[in-house]
């Protein structure tokens, strides 16, 4: 079965610096899908940004990139310029591609303080 | 575009009362559906997921249930609520096909059972 690890249970980042969050997985599968996701203190749960196994290149999303390493099945998240408005839980999510799998595996979280 | 809701947004039930949650989709067919628990400052455990109506897989043997009686509608029960059952609870969905296929989530219900 798949794991999704969150080892760090909380991280702090000065305001405009840069922080990175790490993830690591585990599975036996060679194509599948990697997100993460944001809940802040309103509990709504955001994605933040998403990645395809069979990509090579690490997706991008604005201050959010990822540094996807299949090998290592790490899925590290990197926030630029941090913002106060990015203190949050942070969740890295795993799901298959096979056929008939429906199920979302989550990490345990990584909350993100932003100090002013 | 899609829009998924929940409600109630909050609830305060004694132990042993009813319990009936629901959400709903909009803007999409035939779309996986899901329901999460998360107790404060932890992760999401996931209770029950269902690929169409009256399909219900459950995760969790608890004293929950879930139903699907539209395809766009989801609702998760109890007969006798319990303390441990207090919690929030996330609703999900996420749809077939190519592409990258992420939940969405609802904004969630903050469920104390006291």
């Known amino acids: 079965a798949q794991t999704v690890t969150q080892s760090q249970p909380e991280m702090s980042v000065q305001e405009a610096e840069t922080v990175t969050l790490s993830c690591t997985y585990d599975?036996?599968?060679?194509?599948?899908?990697l997100f993460w996701y944001k809940q802040p203190p309103s509990r709504q749960m955001i994605l933040v940004i998403r990645?395809?196994?069979?990509?090579?290149q690490n997706a991008t999303e604005n201050r959010f990139s990822v540094n996807f390493q299949k090998a290592a099945k790490s899925f590290s998240l990197k926030i630029s310029d941090s913002q106060l408005g990015d203190a949050a839980m942070y969740f890295c999510?795993?799901?298959?591609?096979?056929?008939?799998?429906?199920?979302?595996?989550f990490g345990t979280g990584t909350r993100l303080k932003v100090l002013a | 575009s899609q829009t998924i809701h929940q409600w109630p947004a909050t609830l305060v039930q004694p132990v042993g009362s009813p319990l009936s949650l629901e959400c709903t989709v909009e803007?999409?067919?035939?779309?996986?559906l899901y329901w999460y628990r998360q107790a404060a400052g932890r992760g999401l455990q996931l209770l029950f997921y269902?690929?169409?109506?009256?399909?219900i897989s459950s995760e969790v043997p608890q004293n929950l249930s879930a139903s699907r009686p539209q395809d766009r509608q989801f609702i998760l029960s109890s007969k006798k609520l319990l303390l441990s059952d207090s919690g929030f609870y996330l609703c999900?969905?996420?749809?077939?096909?190519?592409?990258?296929?992420?939940?969405?989530f609802g904004p969630g219900t903050r469920l104390t059972v006291t």
């Open positions: 599975t036996s599968e060679s194509d599948y899908y």
């Open positions: 990645q395809e196994a069979y990509k090579q």
């Open positions: 999900a969905w996420s749809v077939l096909g190519t592409g990258a296929r992420e939940q969405y």
């Open positions: 803007g999409t067919s035939n779309p996986n």
């Open positions: 269902s690929v169409g109506i009256g399909q």
């Open positions: 999510a795993y799901r298959s591609t096979t056929s008939g799998t429906y199920k979302y595996i």
